[in-house]
């Protein structure tokens, strides 16, 4: 019997959502026909409608009882429908099965399907690994599959290489791309001893490595696990109609029959059922959703999962990524200082830029990208570059030779800092900057300071949040120092730093046993997992990664954060919509089935009646298309 019915159920979803908008379209049609009453054909147009829409939302009924006692809106509506055609009130019935139909369908067009990116993160993951093996005393090097790779195997990457597993650097220096776990688009630094993560991009220098962990172990499978779990726990919004579902059946059910018993009359019982029908009930949080996310898209949000701002309504906590999100993840020169009586900080831009200009390294390309912008001129030619992975760059510009690199660069050509450049560094330094340090002819010549900036609007948007009374966090794979700076700037109080993918679930995690509704906003492949989890994730769409927007439930399309409370004050308005959308509803229903009870209302006037209560609901959430919060 349950096989029948599972097979009934993927026949009624043959063609899909085209399907039912042409079934509409008809059964509209011939609802139309039949009040002018148009006769062509041998029966009423109504027939129609009960035939496209009506024996659909009876099968479905059964079929919901048959295989999980499920008790629906649909089990009262099909009372009706039969009921109506019984006493040969057909135009009711068809009326009845139409604006069902049409709540669903609104629905359906509402609730878009999640897509959780897996796919692309899989590509992520690294096919083949360079194993050194030893013969003897011979080492030969072979490409073997990534899942091969054992643990204290010796592995060699080279630059541009993905890293095949996590583990700890035996040889060499390099920078390594880390943004696929942190978010952070800065490549970081890696000598002798330093770990390293699967799924980074070895950009520079060649290493070899001890392998750690591996295999499901390893930080991009333990991540793409993160991902597909994370939205287990994530409850979806039930409608309200199939909620109270079971009350409705009984309680119209019980009133009919008295009804009947009392009045002798079938005909107010069967009006009974079809004024307790919930059409305006259902339409009245789908409509009010639609308009709602009509809104949102006019104000750069694409709302991809349909309950997501009845979620985000309730959202207490809002975490935020830093780079990318608050910031605009793009280095700016915002200090350049000569220390060198000979060269003054234009001689130190210039010359640094210079070398700067061969360079793939982003910082480098931050500082020409900054210097072409001030000083509107191209850097000058270089001769014999050189690029010393893990430390800096050199070459000759003009005839003074230029080097340019971090503490490391400085410690090689043996220069010391002295105490009062020391504590200017510092200071930069405790505030997350980046300093480039730069030498002439084995001799310090002054310094560039880069810094990540923050978006104009972050400030201003983060007061608003508090107005709404929603919390601001920062999450961020950045360092101490530059979160606890960017936190203060823009008056967040809790900050959690150096967070990997698994530490920011944690603490989303964390929030939500403490029964808090959360919020996650973010742009990268590491804020995947962190998205899913949340009870509504917003990713920057345009800046952010494809794997990041699947995750999301919100993607937004212009990555401008300005419009953020305007989205929440949104969401806030149309469950205000909503409860009162519901609250006319029932209201609507009691004055119709007291009239119906009285004999003064018939099937196709009770009918009729319900049209008008859909009218204005469907006017009352057309209001949010749009609607602005008050500043």
Request: with cysteine; net charge negative; proline share 3%.
């Amino acid at each position: 019997m349950i096989s029948m019915m599972r097979k009934m159920e993927d026949f009624l979803e043959i063609g899909g959502m085209k399907k039912e908008i042409a079934f509409l379209t008809i059964s509209g049609i011939a609802l139309l026909l039949s009040i002018f009453k148009v006769d062509i054909l041998p029966f009423d147009w109504s027939w129609l409608a009960i035939t496209l829409c009506g024996i659909p939302i009876i099968l479905e009924a059964v079929i919901g009882l048959v295989t999980e006692f499920d008790i629906k809106a649909d089990v009262l509506v099909s009372l009706a429908l039969i009921a109506s055609v019984c006493i040969g009130e057909n135009f009711a019935a068809g009326e009845v099965a139409f604006i069902m139909q049409l709540g669903g369908l609104l629905e359906e067009v509402t609730v878009a399907r999640a897509r959780a990116g897996i796919e692309k993160l899989v590509h992520l993951t690294p096919q083949t690994a360079r194993v050194i093996r030893k013969h003897g005393a011979e080492e030969t090097e072979q490409m073997i599959p990534a899942e091969n790779v054992r643990v204290n195997d010796v592995i060699k990457v080279l630059p541009g290489e993905t890293i095949p597993v996590d583990g700890v650097i035996l040889s060499g220096q390099t920078s390594v791309n880390q943004a696929v776990m942190t978010g952070e688009s800065l490549p970081v630094d890696k000598t002798v001893g330093d770990e390293v993560s699967s799924g980074t991009v070895n950009q520079f220098g060649a290493f070899t490595m001890k392998a750690a962990k591996v295999g499901e172990d390893s930080s991009i499978q333990r991540m793409i696990r993160l991902v597909q779990s994370a939205d287990a726990g994530k409850a979806k919004i039930v409608g309200i109609a199939d909620r109270w579902a079971t009350w409705i059946v009984v309680i119209a059910l019980t009133a009919a029959f008295l009804t009947w018993l009392i009045s002798g009359e079938m005909i107010r019982a069967v009006t009974i059922l079809v004024v307790f029908c919930p059409c305006a009930l259902v339409l009245a949080t789908p409509t009010a959703i639609m308009a709602a996310i009509g809104n949102a898209t006019k104000h750069g949000f694409l709302v991809r999962e349909g309950d997501a701002l009845e979620r985000l309504a309730l959202v207490s906590k809002i975490t935020f990524d830093k780079t990318g999100t608050l910031t605009y993840g793009i280095p700016e020169v915002i200090q350049v200082k000569s220390i060198h009586p000979e060269y003054v900080s234009v001689d130190i831009y210039k010359m640094c830029a210079a070398v700067e200009g061969v360079s793939e390294h982003p910082l480098g390309k931050a500082v020409v990208r900054c210097y072409q912008e001030k000083y509107d001129e191209k850097s000058e030619a270089v001769s014999g570059f050189q690029m010393i992975p893990g430390q800096g760059i050199s070459g000759m510009v003009g005839q003074t030779h230029v080097v340019a690199g971090n503490k490391k660069m400085l410690q090689e050509m043996k220069i010391t800092l002295t105490k009062e450049t020391e504590k200017e560094v510092d200071q930069y330094l405790t505030k997350g900057c980046t300093v480039i340090y730069v030498a002439a002819e084995e001799h310090l010549a002054g310094y560039i300071v880069l810094s990540d900036t923050v978006r104009e609007e972050s400030s201003h948007v983060i007061a608003k949040l508090k107005n709404l009374k929603v919390q601001p966090v920062l999450l961020t794979g950045d360092h101490e120092n530059a979160a606890k700076n960017i936190a203060g700037e823009l008056g967040i109080d809790e900050v959690h730093a150096g967070c990997l993918p698994e530490d920011k679930l944690g603490w989303i995690d964390s929030y939500q046993k403490k029964d808090e509704h959360v919020c996650m906003i973010g742009d990268g492949i590491n804020d995947a997992p962190a998205l899913k989890k949340a009870d509504v994730g917003i990713a920057m769409g345009g800046i952010g990664s494809d794997i990041a927007v699947d995750a999301a439930d919100i993607a937004l399309v212009d990555d401008e954060v300005r419009e953020l409370p305007h989205l929440i004050a949104l969401s806030k308005r149309m469950m205000i919509t909503i409860k009162c959308n519901l609250s006319f509803s029932m209201g609507l229903n009691f004055v119709a089935i007291v009239l119906a009870v009285t004999g003064i209302l018939n099937p196709v006037v009770g009918a009729l009646v319900h049209n008008a209560g859909s009218v204005l609901v469907i006017t009352n959430s057309a209001l949010l298309l749009n609607w602005k919060v008050k500043e």
